[in-house]
C-alpha cells in the first residue's frame, strides 16, 4: 500500500511560481510511475505531468515549457516545479502513483494510489 501527501499549494498571481511536493510511503516498487493530475470545479480530472523511475517526463501540452516535475527516489518524493501560472491552472492537484502499465501515461486509470490534493489558485 502506497501512502501520497502533497503539500505546496497556495495562491499566487498570474505569472507566479509554486513548488509542490508529494511525500510517498509504504512499500514502493522501484518502477512504479509517478504523476501529477489536476481537477478545476465543473471539470474533469486531467494528467499534468508523470515521471518513471529512470526520469522519463510527459507532459500536457498546456504546460510544457512552464512546469517541471521531478523525483528523489531515495527520499521518496515527488515534486512539480510551476513557472508562469496562468488563471487556468487554478485547480487540486493530486499527487499519483501506479505501476499497473510498463509505458509512461498521464491516463487516471494507469494510476492506483492517490494523494488527497492540494489546492492551487492562481488570480488574474
Known amino acids: 500500500q502506497v501512502h501520497l501527501v502533497e503539500s505546496g499549494g497556495g495562491s499566487v498571481q498570474s505569472g507566479g511560481s509554486l513548488r509542490l511536493s508529494c511525500t510517498v510511503s509504504?512499500?514502493?516498487?522501484?518502477?512504479?510511475?509517478m504523476a501529477w493530475f489536476r481537477q478545476a470545479p465543473g471539470k474533469e480530472r486531467e494528467g499534468v505531468a508523470a515521471?518513471?523511475?529512470?526520469?522519463?517526463?510527459k507532459y500536457l501540452d498546456s504546460v510544457k515549457g512552464r512546469f517541471t516535475i521531478s523525483r528523489d527516489n531515495a527520499l521518496n518524493s515527488l515534486y512539480l516545479q510551476m513557472n508562469s501560472l496562468y488563471p487556468e491552472d487554478t485547480a487540486m492537484y493530486y499527487c499519483?502513483?501506479?505501476?499497473?502499465?510498463?509505458?509512461?501515461?498521464?491516463?487516471?486509470?494507469?494510476?492506483?494510489?492517490w494523494g488527497q490534493g492540494t489546492q492551487v489558485t492562481v488570480s488574474s
Open positions: 515521471i518513471d523511475s529512470d526520469g522519463t517526463t
Open positions: 509504504g512499500y514502493v516498487p522501484n518502477t512504479i510511475h
Open positions: 499519483a502513483a501506479g505501476d499497473a502499465v510498463p509505458i509512461l501515461t498521464l491516463i487516471e486509470p494507469d494510476y492506483s494510489s
